[in-house]
């Protein structure tokens, strides 16, 4: 079991290192998710301090939602994701998918950021 974590920390670091050298300023917007719910935030990591979050567990997405952990929770958490980051004044980001595979419920949340209005 402790390879496994080994290797998730190790990809999830590779992918961090990668972003930072891309950002050029830019906010990074993190994906977390677990298999009932999902997570967004949007992190300034120079002034090291969260611009927006939203996830699944909030309660108006709660009671709209049948479960928190499928495709469709995932496109209500980015658009909510993408409009709470435009409100605050970010509208460029790079997107930070963690361990995770660019796939299913990840793939999910970031399409329906950029059809909120975020560019990365």
């Known amino acids: 079991m402790a390879h496994a974590l080994n290797n998730t ?7 961090r290192a990668s972003i930072r050298r891309k950002a050029h300023g830019r906010p990074r917007l993190s994906v977390f998710r677990s298999g009932q719910n999902i997570y967004a935030q949007v992190i300034d990591d120079t002034q090291g301090v969260t611009v927006a979050a939203a996830s ?43 361990s995770y595979l660019f796939h299913g419920r990840v793939k999910a949340l970031a399409d329906a950021a950029r059809e909120g209005g975020l560019s990365f």
Not at 9 to 15: F, G, I, L
Not at 72 to 97: M, N, P, S
């Open 9 to 15: 920390a190790r990809r999830q670091r590779r992918v």
């Open 56 to 98: 699944t567990l909030e309660k108006a997405l709660k009671d709209q939602l049948k479960s928190g952990g499928n495709v469709d929770a995932a496109k209500a958490v980015g658009k909510l994701i993408a409009e709470r980051a435009i409100a605050a004044g970010v509208k460029a980001v790079v997107f930070d998918r963690g």
